[in-house]
């Protein structure tokens, strides 16, 4: 299964904003299917990490409480344009996903 | 798993696939299970950062004061503390309160922003850690349909 990611990072007064848009169904296993009425397994981003330029800047911690396809922004000290920001999960069932982008 | 299958997977070569199904977390050490496994607020706090006596001061949280869709709770937090550590966030009565742990290695810039599932009415608690202490805020959310069940 593919999932998309997209990723925007953008140098301001010597920080760089990083937004990421993961697509993922997050899913509790809380949750039972509507037609079967069996429980749907939980499956949820468990691990994010992001890189800049080679270098780990944030690694985030999820639980299912995050909601379903992750939106993510944050923040980090440094970067300027061209630089290489690099955004990896893993989620709850072993599977990842990389997405690479250059600081605007 | 059933034991024919595993046994078929164990002949088939499938040993490394099969090992990495049954122990994931053999693959993500770090993630902080019992933290996340904890029911109370305390529980996840004394499991993720060690302790709970938090200050009140100097963080921001900006969350909706009606959520219409528990679902979806956009949350933003702000902080002008140096040397941010982490910043943890936490739905108090969700069965699961912590909801997200985010760690800084480098020059965090005291900014998170992201949206959480809310069950019911309650406080989002955000814990920033800086400096060894922590600090938090929190924010009370009336939630119209809860985003955690069927």
Excluded at chain 1, 25 to 42: C, F, L, R, V, Y
């Amino acid at each position: 299964m593919s999932y998309n990611m997209r990723i925007k990072a953008k140098a301001k007064n010597g920080e760089t904003e990083v937004k990421a848009l993961m697509d993922h169904p997050m899913e509790t296993g809380n949750h039972k299917d509507a037609k079967t009425g069996e429980k749907i397994p939980a499956h949820f981003i468990k691990e994010l990490t992001c890189e800049h330029n080679g270098k780990n800047v944030m690694t985030a911690y999820l639980s299912s409480g995050v909601s379903k396809n992750p939106y993510v922004a944050f923040t980090f000290k440094g970067g300027a344009k061209d630089d290489s920001v690099k955004m990896s999960w893993t989620d709850s069932n072993g599977e990842t996903n990389t997405s690479e982008v250059k600081i605007s | 798993m059933q034991r024919r299958n595993f046994l078929q997977g164990v002949m088939n070569g499938g040993v490394a696939a099969t090992l990495a199904t049954l122990f994931p977390q053999a693959v993500l050490a770090d993630w902080p299970k019992a933290a996340f496994e904890s029911k109370d607020v305390n529980g996840a706090l004394q499991a993720l950062l060690g302790a709970t006596d938090s200050q009140s001061e100097q963080v921001d949280v900006t969350a909706p004061d009606i959520a219409e869709n528990g679902a979806v709770v956009p949350i933003k937090v702000s902080t002008k503390l140096d040397k941010v550590e982490s910043i943890t966030l936490i739905a108090e009565k969700n069965p699961s309160p912590l909801v997200a742990s985010f760690n800084y290695s480098g020059d965090c810039a005291g900014f998170v922003s992201t949206r959480i599932k809310m069950g019911e009415t309650q406080n989002v608690i955000v814990v920033v850690k800086s400096g060894g202490k922590l600090y938090s805020a929190q924010k009370s959310v009336k939630v119209t349909v809860g985003g955690c069940g069927g």
